[in-house]
């Protein structure tokens, strides 16, 4: 059974950085393409960045340039690195695993950004 287990969200002053991490386990984790997502109350869910299981990473234009995606295959651990955090950077961010049909998410982590 899969499970993704994200770590990482705190408070932060704008300016700051934080690093997320996705622990994986249950699936064939390096045949997955990974994303983070991010949700804010009454908001849909966004999505902030990818990676495939080939490493080809992409960026949503709001973090393009201030946030890293990357993965360690060996460790089945999936990270996004945050610069230069923004107050409307807040929210909970998502983890997910997704191949084909199957699609799989964690229970999230809070990032709130303020002074």
């Known amino acids: 059974q899969a499970q993704l287990v994200e770590s990482g969200g705190d408070l932060v002053q704008p300016g700051g950085s934080l690093l997320l991490s996705c622990v994986v386990s249950g699936i064939n984790f390096r045949i997955y393409a990974f994303n983070w997502y991010r949700q804010t109350p009454g908001d849909q869910r966004e999505l902030v960045s990818s990676?495939?299981?080939?490493?080809?990473?992409s960026y949503s234009d709001s973090v393009q340039g201030r946030f890293t995606i990357s993965r360690d295959d060996a460790e089945n651990m999936v990270y996004l690195q945050m610069d230069n955090l923004k107050p409307e950077d807040t929210a909970v961010y998502y983890c997910?695993?997704?191949?084909?049909?199957?699609?799989?998410w964690g229970q999230g982590t809070q990032v709130t950004v303020s002074s």
């Open positions: 997910n695993a997704r191949l084909l049909q199957f699609d799989y």
């Open positions: 990676i495939t299981s080939a490493g080809r990473t």
